[in-house]
């Protein structure tokens, strides 16, 4: 079956509870109007029973890593063991392997309904520095026009800055890194930002993904106040461990300076904690707390099935289901943090049911967006830019077991 652009979604009921006719005017939304009762037309999609959604973005994933589990099967554990058991089998990976399972994971993601990633590929500071990224530049232009793929050069722990440019030069499009992993946390997170402004790019960092160390939010805020280029911190595990006192101020200078936070709470819950088993912290950034701030602040499923995370789906309605709750953040912040928020802190022009917005929609089975969340339905179809591009239809079957007690 081809992807197909229907003119007019019909029927569909949105989060508010409205029911509305949805008039598609090539990739962005054209009107949105009470549903009528107008006969079907050809070209229309008709979602009675269906409830339709903002297309989810993923702002923070692995491509490269991603589906690596069962080839690696490492032992359960911590970051630090994560990293060992990765960087044991990634040694050896070569760029087909990479892009074979970076592929599969797009599939995945886009068949749930996510049209828009941001993946940090990792740039070895050993070896050759860009075949992850020259694996992820393909599957981003096998994916073109059906998810905006965005990559960020993950530069490995003190490396030299010549093999970030030439990620960058290979199609990375963001400065990345994990200077909390470095010797000199400060001097790593300096000269990676000296790349950045050498090249005139965005960052995204894996930023205090510890619970009791890392200043990298406080720096990057500090050094980057006056760019003008996206900044982002993923990770902030710190921050969940911080009281109000030393919080506030250091939230005040990141909305001030522009800096979006994102949270990874499957990834959060499976690597932090380990040394802490009795009330086990969380990790998880404290999302209610940022938005308070006023910082933009967004969640991403992080690892699918790789030595950082054994588990994951590729599926927004996983990251939003523990947001609320692990993270304690009402459903409809949830779901914008997987929807626009993570649109926006990746730069991307708004998406949604709503006139003018592009028109990357998910139209699930289910009678509410609480409904969505807890149930994740199977039957999804997907638009990307106005365009359907993919579809689930199960069948269901149920044994009738009271019938048969009647017999
Ligand atoms: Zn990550």
Redesign the pocket.
């Known amino acids: 079956m081809d992807s197909y652009r229907p003119r007019r979604l019909r029927r569909a009921a949105l989060a508010d509870g409205r029911v509305v006719d949805v008039v598609l005017d090539a990739d962005t939304v054209g009107a949105v109007r009470p549903a009528s009762d107008a006969p079907m037309a050809p070209d229309d999609l008709d979602l009675d029973g269906w409830l339709l959604l903002t297309a989810p973005a993923d702002p923070?994933a692995?491509l490269d890593k991603a589906l690596s589990w069962d080839a690696i099967q490492p032992p359960s554990g911590d970051l630090d063991r994560a990293i060992a058991s990765w960087l044991a089998y990634f040694g050896q990976a070569d760029e087909d392997e990479i892009h074979s399972r970076a592929m599969r994971t797009v599939e995945r993601y886009l068949q749930n309904g996510t049209t828009a990633i941001r993946t940090?590929v990792d740039v070895p500071a050993e070896g050759d520095p860009t075949r992850a990224v020259r694996a992820v530049v393909r599957v981003r232009e096998a994916f073109a026009g059906l998810v905006d793929i965005e990559i960020v050069a993950l530069a490995g722990r003190d490396i030299d800055p010549l093999r970030v440019e030439e990620a960058l030069a290979a199609g990375a499009d963001l400065v990345g890194g994990a200077p909390h992993l470095a010797v000199d946390e400060e001097a790593d997170l300096e000269r990676l930002l000296q790349i950045a402004e050498r090249r005139g790019v965005g960052v995204d960092f894996?930023a205090d993904e510890a619970l009791r160390r890392g200043s990298t939010l406080a720096h990057l805020a500090r050094r980057t106040s006056d760019w003008s280029v996206t900044r982002t911190a993923?990770?902030c595990v710190r921050l969940s461990m911080l009281d109000d006192a030393e919080l506030e101020p250091l939230l005040a200078d990141a909305a001030r300076a522009g800096v979006g936070v994102i949270a990874?709470p499957m990834?959060n819950l499976y690597l932090q904690g380990w040394d802490d088993p009795v009330a086990t912290p969380r990790g998880i950034a404290p999302i209610r707390k940022l938005r308070a701030a006023g910082v933009v602040t967004a969640a991403g499923g992080?690892?699918v099935r790789d030595p950082f995370n054994p588990l994951g789906r590729a599926d927004a309605f996983e990251t939003a289901m523990l947001l609320v709750t692990a993270a304690h953040v009402s459903i409809a912040e949830a779901w914008d943090a997987v929807t626009a928020s993570a649109r926006a802190v990746m730069g991307l022009p708004p998406a949604g049911p709503e006139t003018g917005r592009r028109a990357d929609l998910l139209a699930v089975r289910g009678g509410s967006l609480a409904d969505a969340i807890a149930s994740a339905p199977a039957d999804r179809i997907v638009i990307s830019r106005g365009r359907v591009v993919a579809r689930a239809d199960t069948t269901r079957w149920i044994h009738p077991r009271s019938q048969k007690e009647d017999a």
Do not use: E, G, M, R
């Open positions: 923070h692995h940090h894996h993923s990770h990874n990834t992080d690892n």
